[in-house]
């Protein structure tokens, strides 16, 4: 359903996965990728979002690099550019402004995309929703005063890497801050729930409802 694309970032250029409704229009959402990079499954989320209603574009924060081992992509989480980064998130934002109907995006992360989709919501004032799936990642700090839109988290009770005491603080420290924060946290599932690619992970009842509550959440805050 998709394509590569190429936008600005940086003063050059990166790359990305861009995926449109049947319409060709509607409300723009980043997808933002976990730490194995811009691989099948996310380029499948970005498909669901587009047979959804919605642009989606998911930009390739590794660059061209990606992998299947746990160990090279710890490597490659840690030795992420946090201010690289940061731009290539805002040029994927005023890049997909471009391509969506109405003046503000939503981002969606999965793990370290979690974590980063928080961040670029407090970095990109056209993002006015945030949806983090068990986001982690220990560069990265957002400044939650700076929010634009309320996030929506979903989060697993059995997940040793985001455990439920990590998620319910990330909640408060949002609402601290003033911002509108709605989470869940579901006893039968661990990390990467919704990451079907990984079955021993894959808890596919918990991923429908998740995917369903994100849907009607970004239709709402984007419309």
């Known amino acids: 359903m998709g394509e590569l694309v190429r936008f600005a970032s940086n003063g050059g250029t990166a790359t990305g996965y861009l995926a449109k ?4 229009k509607g409300p723009g959402v980043i997808v933002l ?3 194995w990079g811009l691989v099948p499954h996310i380029k499948e989320v970005a498909d669901r979002f ?3 209603g919605f642009v989606a574009l998911a930009p390739d924060l590794f660059h061209g690099e990606s992998t299947k081992s746990p160990d090279e992509a710890g490597r490659l989480l840690m030795a992420l550019d946090i201010d690289t980064t940061e731009k290539d998130l805002a040029g994927a934002v005023k890049f997909l402004r471009t391509h969506a109907s109405g003046s503000k995006v939503g981002v969606v992360g999965f793990c370290m995309g979690g974590q980063l989709a928080l961040f670029a919501a407090t970095k990109n004032a056209d993002v006015a929703a945030c949806v983090d799936f068990y986001g982690i990642h220990p560069k990265v700090q957002p400044k939650f005063d700076d929010l634009h839109g309320p996030v929506l988290g979903f989060f697993g009770a059995k997940d040793a890497m985001v455990t439920p005491e990590v998620a319910t603080a990330l909640q408060k420290a949002i609402e ?4 509108k924060a709605t989470f869940f946290i579901y006893e039968d599932a661990g990390h990467a729930f919704f990451n079907d690619h990984r079955p ?3 808890n596919p009842v918990r991923a429908k409802e998740a995917f369903e509550k994100t849907v009607t959440f970004l239709k709402a805050e984007l419309a």
Do not use: L, M, N
């Not at 601290?176 to 911002?179: D, N, T």
């Open 21 to 24: 409704p049947a319409g060709g």
């Open 33 to 35: 990728q976990e730490w």
């Open 50 to 52: 587009a047979e959804a």
């Open 176 to 179: 601290a801050a003033g911002k």
């Open 200 to 202: 021993e992970a894959h």
